[in-house]
């Protein structure tokens, strides 16, 4: 049996898919378009298939999204429908319930919140709205998993009968009087429980069903004219009565079952978006947010649990105890080497940073449940629209900053492709819970623990994709007109600890898990470089670093990285390694230092990398880190959105141009300011800072034309 | 005698990481992500 | 004639009409946004727009510039 679970986004329907499928689920795509198909085996019963249709507010033929969920309703004829809503915000989520209910599918409707419910005061008469609707209604709460039990008896009980409801819902008399017209002339070929639907679809005039019969052509025009007719009478366009009527409808169905309590509107919500999305406080409030959640995760809790697992845990017990145990067994020494200098120094270096990442992600968890988050989006949708993003391209952002790969992925509710485009460009300037690391790293050994560099990096990170988009807004590849914004916004509410913990915690054993495999055998692969080249006698093993692949391998690149003030091979070698996964970087240079330190004996390792950069090539460097090309699964991810090679090579192409130019400028910017060198790099770096103000200040395309139409009107 | 024991426990290791990475590619799994996509679509593609 | 665009922020009105044709008012129905609704205006986003208004019991925020086809009383 076949279930097709629809509703509003935001309507609990993914809490609810989760419910009724627990792990049995599979993700893929719907054929053709970027948008994800998912779909599980029902728990507890054999044979039963759910089917998780896209969140959608109405079934019209404008987005992906609608035309695949029509798509899958009539033509793969689903057993049942569950159409879940939210009680909360009945009268909206029953708009779809009234076009499902036309599809000639057996219906259960789901009224689900129904713990928020009971705290309004709100109350339904379920019984009646049953009635009314003419299926069957059930309350629950997916949350609580409250009366899911009794949702699933019903809903196999409906799809088994195959019981169809009655249509409960009549349109005025002159729009059936068409409707009857349309079904006569045009539709007496379909099934019979799918003609209503496709009447109402031809006298909306819906492009998708026009093309369907457009064979039909002497009766098609007779019937334009009833539906001309009937508009005229209605005063309205054919699209429009429907809606207005649908409406209406619903309107007199929750007169009848829905009793408010009128309770003060003002409800915590909205005390609290008053302070929050303030004119004047919203955007310094974020910024203090985001600037205490940084600091917070990396420079005081996260430092000194990470001092401790680096110093300590790192290097006083586990390297002795695993290098006693060798000795012990009398393992020869370069497995000792490989297995202490290369794996555990690497994989340990990362694995110190673990503290660090949890406390970072627990904030982000907190702030993307409570609902925050989607007020962000609110308000950074007038700065996005300066440069013709919408808000809605901040949400992939948000994503990013635990993993960039679900944060590329989410740009599919993007609809316009150009916009999509631009934001899978730029989705991985945000700095990634991999990252955390690097930048934890080099806050610490180069400067010293200051607690402006982590909340920097994650604004240097936003700065670079509003100024991308800018930029690129400008060009003639990406001008175009602003996508639309519509957006709800769904109240607060406080986040349970359970999903709270759950998020951080499943984020951050990936990432232990991410550092048991890629980043081990990156460690085993760098070791063996580093322990091996071309000396005197030849190709073996070698004691000097220097001299070995991974020095010859580095040193070839780092004429590339010169002028950005980090050109000695250490620093390829790393940038490099962080194209397979940025952790790798610390990864790198945990092993390369290591190395080092055994040669001078003592000195912290990190003391080590922070005496060879300096303040600003320190910050250069982490800046090209964090703005270049993602991980290659990242390169993946976009590759997959994209769908395009060439689209591909250009974004990524792109991120490395630009990190490459602003670590290039604040190198060349910062030894002029700190120390006050001038050289022919400083020239070039000025110039090309000119160029960028310049991309970014300059017309676009449509304002110049808009200026000389201005101006010819005027004369 | 303990080194070759250890060399194929490392080899051995390393073997099951390789497996193990190449299940998840084939089980379209390869996110590298925070969770399983299953639990992902939090934020994969929750808002619209 | 005036717009949602120009309705002042705290103020309740009622569509009178819907200007436009095609996607964008089509998604604009289809929140809700009928001939005859009212709308309480909540809020104005800081920078200017979006807008926030309260239309059927939930929230829905809307660029001024889409707000503009909606003609209110």
């Known amino acids: 049996m076949k279930i097709a679970l629809a509703g509003n986004p935001n309507s609990g329907k993914t809490t609810l898919f989760n419910v009724l499928t627990g792990s049995n689920q599979f993700v893929g795509n719907w054929p053709g378009v970027t948008v994800e198909k998912k779909e599980g085996k029902l728990k507890g019963h054999k044979g039963i298939s759910v089917i998780d249709l896209p969140g959608i507010y109405s079934l019209s033929p404008y987005t992906p999204e ?134 109402i679809k031809i006298f909306e005039q819906d492009e998708l069903v026009m093309q369907k019969f457009q064979a039909f052509g002497a009766e098609l025009e007779h019937i334009k004219k009833d539906i001309a007719e009937c508009e005229k009478e209605m005063d309205d366009d054919a699209e429009s009565i429907i809606i207005a009527e649908r409406y209406s409808f619903i309107e007199k169905v929750i007169k009848d079952c829905l009793r408010r309590t009128g309770k003060s509107k003002m409800s915590t919500s909205d005390k609290i978006d008053r302070i929050v999305t303030n004119r004047f406080l919203a955007l310094p409030i974020f910024a203090v947010i985001m600037t205490a959640v940084y600091y917070i995760s990396v420079t005081t809790v996260g430092t000194w649990v990470t001092d401790w697992t680096n110093d300590v845990l790192f290097e006083e017990i586990i390297p002795p105890a695993i290098e006693s145990f060798l000795v012990a067994v009398g393992c020869a020494p370069l497995l000792q080497s490989l297995i202490l200098d290369g794996i555990v120094a690497g994989v340990g270096a990362v694995l110190g940073f673990v503290p660090q990442i949890l406390v970072l992600f627990i904030f982000l968890a907190f702030l993307e449940s409570c609902g925050y988050m989607a ?53 991985t300037f945000i700095p990634c819970g991999a990252k955390l690391p690097f930048i934890a790293l080099m806050a610490g050994a180069v400067f010293g623990g200051a607690w402006w560099v982590a909340p920097s990096a994650y604004f240097m990170g936003i700065a670079a994709i509003i100024c991308s988009g800018i930029i690129l807004k400008k060009t003639k590849m990406f001008a175009g007109e602003v996508a639309p914004f519509v957006m709800e916004l769904p109240a607060y509410h406080w986040p349970t600890v359970g999903n709270v913990l759950r998020s951080m915690w499943e984020r951050g054993w990936s990432f232990i898990k991410k550092a048991g495999t890629i980043i081990l055998l990156s460690t085993i692969v760098i070791w063996f470089l580093s322990g091996f080249g071309f000396t005197d006698q030849g190709f073996g093993v070698t004691d000097d670093i220097n001299q070995s692949l991974l020095a010859a391998v580095g040193s070839a690149f780092a004429v590339i990285f010169a002028p950005l003030g ?150 | 005698m303990a080194t070759v024991l250890i060399s194929l426990g490392l080899i051995a290791v390393v073997a099951l990481i390789v497996r193990s990475m190449y299940n998840d590619k084939k089980n379209g799994k390869s996110c590298h992500c925070g969770a399983n996509c299953g639990a992902c679509t939090k934020g994969c593609h929750s808002q619209k | 004639m005036v717009t949602l665009k120009e309705a002042k922020v705290g103020s309740t009105v009622r569509i009178d009409k819907i200007n436009g044709s095609g996607a964008v008012k089509r998604r604009i129905m289809d929140m809700g946004l009928t001939k005859g609704t009212d709308i309480f205006i909540r809020k104005v986003a800081p920078l200017g727009d979006p807008v926030e208004i309260t239309v059927r019991g939930y929230e829905l925020s809307l660029r001024k510039a889409d707000a503009e086809i909606i003609v209110v009383v």
């Open chain 1, 375 to 427: 007020r962000i989006a609110f308000i950074m949708d007038r700065i996005f629209r300066r440069f013709g993003l919408s808000g809605k391209s901040f949400i992939p952002m948000l994503i990013g900053t635990g993993c960039g790969i679900p944060g590329i992925m989410a740009s599919r509710t993007i609809e316009n492709t150009r916009d999509r485009r631009m934001t899978i460009m730029t989705t």
């Open chain 1, 66 to 199: 609608e035309v695949i969920t029509r798509k899958f309703l009539l033509e793969e004829q689903p057993d049942v429908i569950l159409n879940i809503v939210d009680g909360t915000n009945l009268e909206r989520n029953l708009y779809l319930t009234t076009q499902l209910l036309e599809l000639g599918i057996p219906l259960v409707l789901a009224v689900n919140m129904g713990d928020v419910l009971a705290k309004s005061g709100d109350n339904i008469d379920y019984a009646k709205l049953g009635k009314a609707l003419g299926c069957q209604v059930v309350a629950i709460s997916a949350l609580k998993g409250t009366g899911i039990k009794e949702m699933v008896d019903e809903v196999l009980a409906v799809g088994r009968e195959n019981k169809l409801h009655s249509i409960m819902h009549k349109y005025s008399g002159s729009v059936e009087h068409t409707l009857a017209h349309i079904e006569e002339a045009l539709l007496h070929d379909l099934p019979l429980n799918q003609q209503r639907w496709y009447a």
């Open chain 1, 566 to 715: 980090w050109g000695s091979w250490e620093y390829s070698v790393a940038t490099i390694g962080g194209l397979v996964a940025k952790e790798n970087i610390v990864a790198t240079l945990g092993i390369i230092f290591g190395f080092a330190e055994v040669a001078e004996d003592g000195v912290e390792i990190w003391g080590l990398l922070g005496a060879q950069l300096t303040v600003v090539s320190g910050y250069s460097f982490l800046i090209f880190n964090l703005l270049c090309a993602p991980c290659f699964a990242a390169m993946g991810a976009i590759r997959r959105e994209m769908n395009n090679g060439k689209w591909t090579a250009f974004a990524i192409g792109y991120q490395c141009a630009f990190a490459y130019f602003v670590a290039f400028t604040i190198n060349q910017l910062g030894n002029l300011f700190l120390f006050g060198t001038f050289g022919i790099g400083t020239v070039i770096a000025l110039i090309a800072l000119v160029g960028f103000v310049y991309l970014l200040v300059r017309k676009s395309p449509e304002e110049k034309l808009e200026k000389t139409a201005a101006k010819l009107i005027a004369e």
